[in-house]
């Protein structure tokens, strides 16, 4: 349902949405609508806590339509748009969570409320993903930076071999943060192709004695995404898939180790999830922080401290909803759809626009494109902002544009980006 | 204002809140009711996403007290409750954040939005601290606990001695990571008296060459907290202010380094909060993960890797709604007003209840107490939580109960605390 065609499109077909009475005109409304009483302001406001001064006006305005008009399709890399739905249900309950009398961000992290919510979110998350018992799945913070250094400290010795493939920004930043706590070597680099390429598995020589293999599942800035996994030799098999996690179905069992931070495709910034093999966790470096160590999380459920509470039931909220879409096969058909429009359209511009990456291993959740003519760059970033499709700006390193389309972008944000990119060649061809 | 006697009070007497016409009932109601619209499901139920089944019964509801009844006074000691005002106002503009189109959740952590932010959030707390140019004020994850770990991998070496004064399990906790990264020592220690004192500041010997003395400034779990505090003859002073931050005024310069988990006073769960004088900055240990590196998170304007970007607004509206108040003296106003009734009818109640910590030292956020009749303990929890006075269990490793009255514990909850021991008492006896 979150991929509907628009979020109002997305109300009507939702059976579990209801139209609802609006008490001022006497025609039926849509909860969205109800809902966006409440955030109509049009321009920034002061917000010395004049928490009623926006409440009222709305009443007053055509509802129907201002969800609509309100809401940008926002192609940020992360943080990332959100299933409006999961807008929605969270909205509802932000000051008063299901009759508890408090609002989650409230909650003791050891009470009923608060341990119902975590414990759903990881049973859910286990049945998209089948995850078996033989994995802990941990909720941390620190973003995926902090599990370059967790995942060394707990799985390796100083002195220990390990290998990496370097697809991009990523995944080098995660070499070079094991340099502190083992011996890493890159047995693969698409650095001197731009990063447009992942290599042939059969041609691989990894080291002999390495303790694991640590990819980067799809890398954000560049857009190269790995189709399917290779089979370590030596070691384990350790995947960063910050930005296509729970994009499409993985057979975790090829896994040591995955990790992803939360705010592409799952939740808000500030939650980091790492699915591990129960049998790795217990052999942390002496010098690792208690906070990165793997044991101290996994014996205490992710509650040795108090955890990022509000991004954990919002990322509990996204699995739900994703579970209602049918499940991650259902998921990845939708991103499949949505990342072939646009990169069809990429390609049919006869060259108006470009996308560097080989399109074997193209990223169905971040798509970089260049124009022909460079210097129509800015321009088309600015006219595509002023039709409310904002972010497309590729990253510094890269340049050009970059959309990215996780599972909360509607089809018809990639839709409307596509009449967009055909409009704005005819003008400028 | 979020001291007002009570949610409705505070809603009648708020000038900036102004009154509502309920569409239905044609009397007057205020944006809580509106707002609680969408929150009075009485008991659980599931969230399959049905995210309208809530939002019509309320229509039909009496909106008029509803808020009222459904808010419980929650004395939880971190997570811990929130600012009704700051709540409503979060809620308003969660689905979209100011006519950006998009929630908070959702903004890129570079985009303008986000960064207008951040940037505020760190303003208005150097204006209620007063924190000169001198210090960096640093958003980061992992919680006091993890700063545990970076505070003596940034500022010393692993051969330095750093002193320690452990007046509770928090002070315990930091002495002991920091074994990990120098060579700390307790100068003084509470155990032995059940971490009821704090010790008097001529006594101490601290070590010739410590370069640290770390402090907590206030024990959650056992209710002691620094009335003034020491000025080491050695080194600079380090305090964890987690469950007082913001409570009081502080004066800044004395310390080289405060740090604190937002989750008590200031916001939800998920951000910590480093205020560090600059010119320590930069003499990270090898070892350091790159994401306990100061430095890294200095020069990037917290903004080095994603920051927990929901979290951080959130404590900007509490920074804003302190302001409001009146700024750090008036909320200490506040807060003493209320401690002061609680320990007077522990005092008061002739052994009835008892306080075990010196009268000199007793935490102005968290009171521990105890019923004389122990076995009473379990009855007297369960009493509280049916009048809406939840979380009010002691520690385990105390026992007892514990009221813990950070800043937006209104007055009302204290004083219907107080009235309920009274009951207890009389019926008790």
């Known amino acids: 349902m979150a991929m509907a065609t628009s979020p109002h499109a997305l109300l009507l077909k939702n059976p579990n949405l209801t139209p609802l009475k609006n008490p001022n005109f006497n025609n039926p409304i849509t909860t969205t609508n109800t809902n966006t009483r409440f955030n109509l302001t049009t321009k920034p406001i002061s917000i010395k806590c004049a928490a009623t001064s926006q409440t009222q006006t709305p009443i007053q305005a055509p509802l129907q339509t201002q969800s609509h008009q309100d809401r940008v399709f926002n192609f940020a890399a992360g943080p990332a748009t959100l299933p409006e739905k999961v807008l929605l249900k969270a909205q509802s309950e932000l000051y008063n969570w299901r009759g508890s009398g408090m609002s989650v961000m409230e909650m003791s992290h050891r009470g009923k409320e608060f ?108 857009g190269v995404e790995y189709k399917d996994y290779p089979s370590p030799k030596n070691g384990l098999l350790v995947a960063d898939m910050s930005s296509n996690f729970c994009s499409k179905p993985v057979d975790v069992s090829k896994f040591g180790l995955i990790y992803a931070g939360a705010q592409k495709n799952v939740g808000p910034s500030g939650v980091t999830i790492v699915i591990i093999k129960k049998d790795l966790i217990g052999n942390a470096q002496e010098i690792t922080p208690v906070m990165l160590d793997y044991k101290i999380h996994a ?31 259902e998921v990845e058909k939708k991103n499949k759809k949505k990342a072939e429009i646009l990169y069809n359209a990429i390609d049919g511009s006869n060259g108006f626009y470009r996308c560097p990456v080989e399109k074997s291993v193209r990223s169905l959740m971040n798509v970089p494109f260049t124009l022909e003519k460079s210097e129509l760059e ?11 499709m904002v972010q497309l700006k590729g990253h510094r390193s890269v340049g050009g544009m970059r959309a990215s389309i996780y599972n909360a972008m509607p089809l018809a944000g990639v839709e409307k980006l596509v009449a967009f990119m055909k409009d704005f060649q005819a003008r400028n061809a």
């Open 378 to 388: 800015a321009e088309f970033i600015k006219e595509a902002a002023k039709e409310n």
């Open 115 to 222: 341990l119902s919510i975590i414990q759903k979110a990881e049973s859910d998350l286990r049945t998209l993903l089948n995850i078996s018992d033989d994995y802990s799945v941990l909720f941390l913070q620190g973003g995926a930076t902090t599990q370059f250094a967790a995942i060394p400290l707990n799985l390796v010795n100083p002195n220990d071999t390990v290998d990496f493939i370097v697809t991009g920004s990523w995944s080098d930043k995660a070499f070079k943060e094991a340099q502190k706590y083992s011996k890493p070597s890159t047995i693969w680099s698409g650095k001197s192709e731009k990063y447009t390429k992942i290599p042939s598995f059969h041609d691989l020589e990894q080291n002999p004695d390495a303790k694991f293999l640590h990819i980067c599942a799809n890398e954000t800035i560049h």
């Open 299 to 329: 014996d205490n459920k992710s509650l040795y401290n108090t955890p990022p509470c509000y991004g954990i039931y919002m990322c509990g909220l996204v699995f739900e909803d994703l579970l209602d879409q049918g499940g991650l096969v």
